[in-house]
């Protein structure tokens, strides 16, 4: 299956594709951003070939606070289920997948904020999906609530020692993950303006905690970037194959 049309779901404007968006551009691939947020309505999930659904504050259960997402959670389990169009979501993206198949999402017992490692799975040293990265990743953390259980059927591909659901697959069509391998050098200097995570970042990291955050995401940011682009491309050989 080639590639063409990628749907977007964003649930706060300055939370994007990030580096994909990099990776969407040099392959020729349009992306239609659907800003929840602010209201935009769901077009046809048939014009599109895969859907990515990016991170926001909220939480899969407040639906009385952000009503768009029970129609959000809608689209989703049209688009996986019924379409079977390819599926990615990253951290409340990866949430409100496992919400919408009917897994468990709930509160974290720990919060995770910062630059933290994952590890790989059985299931994830096997996966096409972490096909040539390392067993042990650092990346970006930024959530307190987590997948407690996955859907049926799912595979669970890495884990950290905090949160034992940090990404998830269905064969060859979906994959998620809890933390941010999106990020840019502005990511973490645009994020700490919303207040529930600077009030996250101060929490678990005390003070000067934006400058702390932003100095070790710069420090990592080569290789978060090249992680980027090998699971990107990944992602592509698998859903086409």
């Known amino acids: 299956m080639k590639i063409n049309r990628i749907l977007v779901f964003q649930h706060l404007q300055i939370e994007h594709p990030g580096i994909f968006r990099e990776f969407f551009k040099e392959d020729g691939i349009e992306s239609t951003i659907i800003e929840l947020d602010e209201g935009d309505l769901i077009p046809d999930l048939k014009d599109f070939d895969a859907l990515w659904v990016m991170g926001g504050p909220m939480d899969v259960w407040e639906e009385a606070e952000y009503p768009w997402l029970i129609d959000e959670k809608v689209a989703i389990r049209k688009a996986v289920s019924e379409l079977k169009i390819p599926y990615v979501g990253i951290c409340l993206g990866h949430q409100l997948l496992a919400d919408a198949l009917g897994g468990d999402v709930g509160p974290g017992d720990h919060a995770e904020v910062g630059v933290m490692a994952i590890h790989k799975t059985d299931s994830g040293k096997h996966?096409?999906?972490?096909?040539n990265l390392p067993g042990k990743m650092n990346c970006l953390q930024w959530h307190s609530a987590e997948v407690k259980s996955a859907p049926a059927g799912m595979d669970v591909l890495s884990y950290s020692d905090k949160c034992a659901i940090q990404s998830l697959s269905l064969g060859g069509q979906v994959f998620t993950m809890q933390y941010h391998q999106e990020i840019n050098t502005s990511t973490v200097s645009n994020w700490s303006t919303?207040?529930?995570y600077k009030d996250a970042?101060?929490?678990?990291?005390g003070e000067n905690a934006v400058n702390k955050l932003e100095q070790d995401a710069l420090e990592n940011m080569d290789d978060f970037n090249n992680i980027a682009r090998q699971l990107y491309d990944n992602w592509k050989t698998t859903v086409s194959e």
């Open 194 to 196: 919303i207040p529930v």
């Open 201 to 205: 970042l101060e929490k678990n990291l």
């Open 127 to 131: 996966s096409p999906y972490l096909k």
